[in-house]
């Protein structure tokens, strides 16, 4: 059974950095393009990053261009993201999401087939 | 970046009921859309691909139409499970961008 575990939210002050993880289990995974999706308390989803299979395509949210860093360690099956100069409208659920494709890349149709849980961050002095 | 407008937010409903859900592109994505269900406290789950395309398990009273920039989701008979909240998202175009939401509760 494929398995998204995230760990890594918790309280922030604003301008902070958190590193999030993804434990991926029950898939190859390196055999998929994964994403990082959030969501706000009481509002709707938002894409925020994604990262291809070897990391040779990426990318980002405008609102978190340049603060945040995806990556992806194949070996040890895990996702990350570093998210640096937090503010108070980052906070959100954060979702770790696989996608049904190797890659990232436009005019490609894809979806996402698989979520975890999520793990909260929360940006407040 | 595209902005996916979904209509109505909100929308209430009766068990049995045949009820349509719009999402529309600010420009061509071809068939690259997707629709996801968010049950309460829930993470979302995967519903329609390629604008029609049935996901894996997924009960067949969910149905999926449309191309280029107008797409839709019709349930055709409401079942208590279904009340929910309902998410379009475009896959043509980085970044990838969701719709606003639409809730469907219970009339």
């Known amino acids: 059974e494929e398995q998204l575990v995230e760990s890594g939210g918790g309280l922030v002050q604003p301008g902070r950095s958190l590193r999030l993880s993804c434990a991926a289990s029950g898939f190859t995974f390196d055999d998929y393009a994964m994403h990082w999706v959030r969501q706000a308390p009481g509002k709707g989803l938002e894409w925020v990053s994604g990262?291809?299979?070897?990391?040779?395509?990426?990318g980002y949210a405008d609102s978190v261009k340049g603060r945040f860093t995806i990556s992806r360690d194949n070996a040890k099956k895990s996702l990350y993201l570093q998210m640096n100069s937090l503010r108070a409208e980052d906070t959100a659920l954060y979702y770790c999401?696989?996608?049904?494709?190797?890659?990232?890349?436009?005019?490609?149709?894809?979806?996402?087939?698989?979520w975890g849980q999520g793990t909260l961050v929360a940006v407040s002095s | 970046d595209i902005q996916m407008t979904q209509s109505p937010s909100s929308l209430s409903a009766s068990v049995g009921d045949r009820v349509t859900i719009t999402c529309r592109a600010s420009?061509?994505?071809?068939?690259?859309l997707n629709w996801y269900q968010q049950q309460p406290g829930k993470a979302p789950k995967l519903l329609i691909y390629d604008a029609s395309r049935l996901q894996r398990g997924v009960p067949s009273r969910f149905s999926g139409s449309g191309s280029g920039t107008d797409f839709t989701l019709t349930i055709s008979s409401l079942q208590p499970e279904d009340f929910a909240t309902y998410y379009c998202?475009?896959?043509?175009?980085?970044?990838?961008?969701f719709g606003q939401g639409t809730k469907l509760e219970i009339k």
């Open positions: 998202q475009q896959s043509y175009f980085i970044p990838r961008t």
């Open positions: 990262i291809s299979w070897n990391s040779g395509s990426i």
């Open positions: 999401v696989k996608d049904i494709r190797i890659t990232m890349v436009q005019g490609v149709s894809s979806y996402f087939d698989d």
């Open positions: 420009q061509s994505i071809s068939n690259y």
